[in-house]
């Protein structure tokens, strides 16, 4: 019995090293790194929103050069494409203070051409990365005025010219998209109406060009239905 036990504990300190060389060593397979999924945003959809800004008077004008303060309400439908592109169609309305200021000419009388109300309908295109856009604007604009010509306060008859209503407008703008469904912008916008001449009235105007025009700065905040902000999560 002594004999069987030597020899088994032999065969076993034989067998152990024999074993252990046959085992391959364990492989561990390192976790991939956490990439957080990216937000894909998407103008595509109708949005409303208000605006605030300012409002100067171009040269050559018959209104005060002071800047007057404008706000307003803005809507539209802007839709991407071909992917980083952006078109849309907007209308934008904006109210401004009563301005009885106007241009003094050498005989004393003054001439006011008061604009309280402005307003366009606008095509725009852009070029979007991430939340941000910049965009260019442009189309038709109106406007609500009235124009005076008066003598140490006493209103003067006179006929004119031109002095539309109507007229064009451009600008420019970048917007961005700061939370779901909201966007912020700023926004430049020009506003012409061409021009008026005062065919008769008092002798220091006859024959005197103005031109109509305005240069806004605004900025403003939108709200975006449906498919506004990001669209989906790519991993």
């Not at 065969?11 to 024999?18: K, M, N, T």
């Not at 949005?47 to 800047?67: E, K, L, P, R």
């Not at 907007?90 to 203070?97: I, N, R, T």
């Not at 189309?139 to 031109?162: D, E, H, I, K, M």
């Amino acid at each position: 019995m002594k004999k069987i036990l030597l020899g088994a504990v032999a065969l076993l300190a034989l067998a152990g090293p024999a074993a252990a060389a046959d085992m391959q060593p364990r492989t561990y397979a390192k976790a991939p790194a956490y990439t957080p999924p990216q937000v894909i945003y998407n103008w595509t959809g109708f949005y409303i929103g208000g605006h605030v800004g300012g409002a100067f008077a171009g040269d050559n004008t018959f209104q005060s050069s002071d800047a007057r303060f404008m706000g307003g309400v803005q809507g539209g439908f802007d839709y991407q494409f071909a992917p980083n592109w952006v078109v849309g169609i907007e209308a934008q309305y904006s109210w401004l203070p009563t301005n009885n200021n106007g241009a003094t000419f050498p005989l004393g009388t003054q001439v006011t051409s008061n604009t309280d109300q402005i307003g366009s309908v606008t095509g725009r295109i852009g070029y979007t990365w991430g939340p941000t856009l910049l965009y260019a604007k442009g189309g038709y604009a109106w406007r609500n005025g009235g124009l005076g010509v008066n003598v140490a306060g006493v209103p003067q008859t006179f006929t004119a010219t031109g002095n539309s209503k109507d007229g064009y407008t451009v600008g420019a703008g970048l917007e961005y998209m700061f939370a779901p469904n909201w966007s912020a912008k700023a926004e430049y916008q020009y506003y012409n109406f061409g021009s008026t001449t005062f065919t008769s009235g008092p002798a220091d105007i006859v024959g005197v060009r103005g031109r109509d025009d305005e240069h806004t700065v605004k900025v403003g905040v939108n709200y975006r239905f449906g498919w506004g902000g990001p669209a989906a999560s790519r991993y």
